[in-house]
């Protein structure tokens, strides 16, 4: 038995010691995106999936119950069938209003526009996902596709949240920034009063929204901000014998847009800002074939701008399973995709490959 020592390489130059790492690398980038492919996206895909089942207008809906805390002032049942309110039943004991009871009309429905918006987000993430596969992967095009769902879902985390004065804007048209702190979607989308049974007529306006992935249902009670107020009113506010109600809206001058038909049916329109009553009009409130503001302030209008105030204001928040569930999973995708997209960026830049 000999006793030899094993022949070892010669010692690599400066050149190829840097070759050498180029093609580790190269390869540390072939095999993360291959993972990415075969390990990563397929769950993704498959969460996708589920979101976009779980927003599916699929029959009978669910139905929700609405009922404001501590009291009755509102209460009655929703149904939501994916993106629209297909059932509603509303028993209102208002202070500034008679009690009556609301109903959505047969074969009426209520769009949600965030909902829509939602499902559109959904729909081409999946669709973003599914070409991912078919066409060849090349680190600049996971990269692009992971961009691409991020922004997607970081959108709809932010539908499902709605809009908050602590979050900037996200860009899309269902989370609009706050004007001023208020959300002042409800002046242009409020349920259109040919779709409710009896018509509440325009000083009721009744919106849909989402909250933190709850359904929530606004009224206001609404009055013309030129209206000219009657004598027995004005010495009770001076004396104390009347007071307003109080809530966060009181006080301010909405431009508010009194449907008598489905909003879905006609072109959106951008809604102005709360301002104060001395406070001057806009001259220009929209361009682009949307309505101007109306002639005869004093009274409200339909399909025009008028200034309102809102005299009496109840929020009602309704959990719905699905929306909350969906919320769920869309914030473990925006975590798993902010994840997957910074191994690759970290891969990329010491490849060389930022881009």
């Known amino acids: 038995m000999s006793l030899a020592t094993f022949p070892s390489d010669p010692p690599l130059t400066k050149d190829e010691e840097a070759k050498k790492i180029q093609e580790v690398k190269a390869k540390h980038v072939t095999w993360l995106v291959s993972y990415v492919l075969e390990e990563e996206l397929p769950p993704i895909k498959h969460t996708l999936d589920e979101c976009y089942a779980l927003l599916a207008p699929v029959l009978p809906g669910n139905t929700l119950v609405l009922s404001t805390p501590r009291n009755e002032r509102v209460k009655g049942t929703v149904t939501r069938v994916g993106t629209r309110i297909v ?102 989308q409020s349920c259109a009063s040919e779709h409710l049974e009896p018509d509440p007529g325009p000083h009721l306006s009744c919106h849909f929204s989402l909250a933190d992935s709850l359904i929530l249902l606004t009224i206001r009670v609404l009055e013309p901000a030129q209206a000219p107020v009657a004598l027995g009113t004005k010495l009770g506010l001076a004396i104390g014998t009347v007071r307003r109600i109080e809530h966060d809206e009181v006080g301010k001058v909405f431009d508010y847009v009194y449907h008598t038909s489905d909003p879905m049916d006609r072109p959106p329109i951008t809604p102005h800002p709360p301002r104060d009553p001395e406070d001057p009009a806009p001259r220009e409130p929209y361009r682009g074939g949307g309505p101007l503001m109306t002639r005869t302030p004093d009274k409200i209008t339909p399909g025009q701008f008028t200034p309102v105030l809102v005299r009496e204001k109840v929020r009602v928040e309704t959990a719905d399973p699905k929306l909350m569930s969906l919320l769920v999973k869309l914030s473990s995708l925006k975590v798993t995709l902010a994840r997957v997209e910074t191994n690759l960026a970290a891969v990329l830049e010491s490849n060389g490959r930022s881009t």
């Open 87 to 188: 059932k509603a039943n509303m028993h209102l004991q208002l202070q500034t209003q008679p009690a009556q009871t609301i109903s959505l009309r047969p074969k009426c429905n209520i769009h949600m526009p965030q909902l829509v918006t939602l499902s559109n987000h959904l729909d081409e993430a999946v669709k973003i996902t599914t070409a991912t596969f078919d066409f060849p992967a090349s680190p600049s095009f996971i990269k692009a596709q992971l961009r691409l769902l991020s922004n997607l879902i970081t959108d709809s985390v932010a539908i499902l949240k709605g809009p908050t004065s602590s979050s900037p804007s996200t860009g899309s048209a269902a989370v609009p920034a706050l004007d001023h702190g208020f959300d002042t979607a409800w002046t242009v």
